[in-house]
């Protein structure tokens, strides 16, 4: 599209289902490089009503409604890790499936005798009832009921083309492509992977220093997983890339991280101590002292954390590191415990991309780019400086890197219309998840096939090759 040519009112949205997080950014037609976040969540806890995602979980409850992400009491169990059950068992990883987050998802969607898709589609209209409310406040009711909407939700780039249908299912169940009097709402799909380096790529692109055929590995460090996708500079104007390997990506997110930081603080007290804990106290803990305390400062600087412990942590009897009755003492060391395991698969997934990358390529890749909620950790960054010294590693400032994905694929619907020659970045070629073939049988060439396929027809009256594949 020209400069010239009218633009028509329309808004893209951009949804980004996480496992443990959701988060939507749009777009109007002519404004297409504001992209704006929604965020005010309706919160049961301090410090998130404005932070860029609402974490993925439901709870129904036949007397109040059904809860969603913040709004959630601590003291409830929640159904989460619910994206996941999408897949059918045969197509999710076994270290996926044998997972404690999994198996209690599945546990309590058994109980409650209800279908993934049904699930999902319950989460989504929550989620987009409160966007929508969201850009109407921002545009105005008139505007909205004139504007089309284009719909961008980003999958993993895993998925078989099957799970892709039972999301559009939920989708439409939800009430997201319910029918408006201005127009068809639009729906598209893109790769997580893909959406989050649409993000940054975009802003690589106006550097002096990115040149035809560098190449740059995506780090997706999300809370349940980590996800990885390589891409090479076909060209600069337009900024045309392609996807150089095969994508990676393992079970090492942030909440394998919270789980060890929580087995730190139990390993640091009495046994027993945390014994009358409740669910709803630790939630409260870990929101407070973790998520918005140590988490997002520690880089594994020289210094000592103190927390403040749950009222009914029994403290009296957990030795001398206890400052008063409810605080708790952490040196740094400490807190590296809790990280080195997470941090290390993270590094050996990455140092397998980019040895892949130096492969096919014969030269190093010049970017490791960080993105996701993981992907903002100081300290995880300072590693992967240290340990991948051959490239050049990246982080974004704030919590851009957890955006990623949402503002992603709202960059890929911007794309698609045109709308922007300075967001403009296109995905040239990508390579295949599936291969696709014939099965036969033929004649036997000891050349060629393996003896375990060798077998004797009596209807040809020689010996043939089975399960060949063209």
Request: hydrophobic letters at 35%.
């Amino acid at each position: 599209m020209t400069g010239n040519e009218p633009v028509d009112d329309f808004i893209i949205i951009g949804l980004d289902f996480g496992t443990t997080y959701s988060g939507i950014a749009w777009a109007y037609s002519r404004e297409p490089e504001e992209i704006e976040l929604v965020t005010s969540w309706d919160s049961e806890f301090n410090n998130c009503s404005d932070v860029e995602k609402a974490p993925t979980q439901l709870l129904y409850d036949d007397k109040k409604g059904t809860s969603w992400g913040y709004s959630i009491p601590a003291s409830e169990d929640a159904l989460k890790w619910f994206k996941l059950l999408l897949l059918d068992s045969d197509d999710v990883p076994i270290m996926v499936s044998k997972s404690s987050q999994m198996r209690c998802a599945q546990k309590l969607l058994d109980k409650m005798r209800k279908d993934p898709v049904e699930v999902i589609a319950c989460y989504l209209r929550k989620i987009w009832n409160h966007a929508i409310d969201s850009i109407q406040r921002t545009v105005g009711a008139e505007l909205l009921q004139k504007s089309p909407f284009h719909v961008v939700i980003t999958l993993p780039a895993i998925w078989p083309p099957y799970a892709q249908q039972r999301m559009k299912q939920a989708a439409k169940t939800s009430g997201i492509l319910d029918a408006r009097s201005c127009g068809e709402t639009k729906l598209r799909f893109i790769s997580e992977p893909e959406a989050a380096a649409l993000a940054t790529i975009k802003d690589l692109s106006k550097r002096s220093t990115i040149k035809v055929g560098d190449a740059m590995v995506i780090c997706d460090a999300g809370g349940g997983t980590v996800d990885l996708i390589s891409y090479q500079i076909e060209s600069i104007s337009p900024f045309v890339v392609k996807e150089c390997v095969k994508g990676d990506g393992g079970l090492c997110g942030g909440v394998f991280l919270d789980e060890q930081f929580l087995k730190l603080i139990k390993r640091k007290l009495a046994p027993g101590s945390w014994d009358n804990v409740t669910s709803a106290e630790e939630k409260k803990f870990l929101n407070e002292c973790w998520e918005h305390g140590i988490k997002p400062q520690f880089s594994n600087q020289n210094r000592d954390w103190i927390v403040d412990l749950p009222d009914s942590c029994d403290v009296a009897s957990s030795g001398r590191k206890l400052k008063r009755r409810k605080t708790l003492e952490l040196s740094s060391s400490d807190i590296l415990s809790a990280y080195t395991p997470i941090v290390d698969k993270i590094e050996a997934l990455i140092r397998r991309q980019t040895q892949a990358v130096k492969s096919k390529l014969g030269k190093s890749a010049k970017y490791i780019i960080l993105v996701g909620g993981f992907g903002r950790s100081s300290y995880l960054y300072s590693k992967l400086q240290s340990a991948f010294f051959e490239s050049t590693v990246l982080q974004s400032r704030g919590n851009k890197p957890w955006s990623a994905i949402c503002r992603g694929a709202v960059v890929h619907g911007i794309t698609n219309h045109g709308l922007s020659a300075t967001l403009g970045v296109t995905v040239g070629a990508r390579v295949a998840r599936n291969s696709y073939g014939v099965m036969f049988h033929t004649g036997f060439d000891p050349q060629k096939h393996r003896l375990s396929d060798k077998y004797w027809s009596e209807e040809h009256q020689k010996w043939r090759a089975s399960n060949q594949m063209q």
